[in-house]
């Protein structure tokens, strides 16, 4: 098993970051991440929040990993998270559903309210059952893999609170998002295109959320 943990400090509140990061998908630095949906969402007797969402990612193999041994490169990832709105904490934890044998990592992410901001604590553990005088070399990856991907969801996260920073010093008004500054295409529903297209689409619409209405004389 290899281990990883790190701290980071947002000069954000608790709130704003909490938001930023259950809204970071989708974002540019997160083309790997297919499909995010909440499965289950429930308040406690206490008063958090417990929400259940089910990610689909995709990824690829090493070239030194043996052949045929893992038939697709996406993988299903469970994230469980408990809101405490009264003790401003949020606790999140992911680990993958499949290629377990091959390698697990298990994930969690702490948010907590802090006098100089918003304190990010993540522990990773990564785990391979896989033998063959490869477990440690698979670990080794995964953990490589893993401080290279929380970079650029960090990167994700600090992206989306640049985005509701702005939405908030904009009036913000509901109905149909004005497309007309976006940089990326509106892509008709019924094209075909490919994994890349729909995700920067999906990213332009999200984009959208936050722009004020366009001012009409």
Known sequence: MRFFSQSFLYDDTWSIVTLAFFLRYPN?????????????????PSGTLVTTRLILK????????????????????????????YGKVVRC???????????????SVQFAQTPKGTLQHTEARVFSRFGWGLTK?????????????????????????????????QPMALGPADHSHDVLPVIQSNAEVNEDNRHKTSWAKFKSWFRPPSSQA
């Open 58 to 85: 995709k990824g690829s193999m090493p070239r030194w990993f043996p052949r045929g041994i893992v038939s697709r490169a996406e993988s299903w990832v469970i994230e469980e998270s408990e809101v405490d709105p």
């Open 28 to 44: 540019p630095y997160a083309a790997h991440v297919i499909s995010c949906d909440v499965i289950s969402r429930d308040t406690t």
């Open 93 to 107: 934890v992911t680990k993958n559903l499949d290629h377990v044998k091959v390698m697990q990592v298990e994930e």
């Open 137 to 169: 070399r698979i670990e080794n990856h995964g953990l490589t893999r893993f401080k290279a991907n929380m970079q650029r969801s960090r990167e994700g996260v600090s992206l989306i609170l640049a985005l509701l920073r702005q939405s908030r010093l």
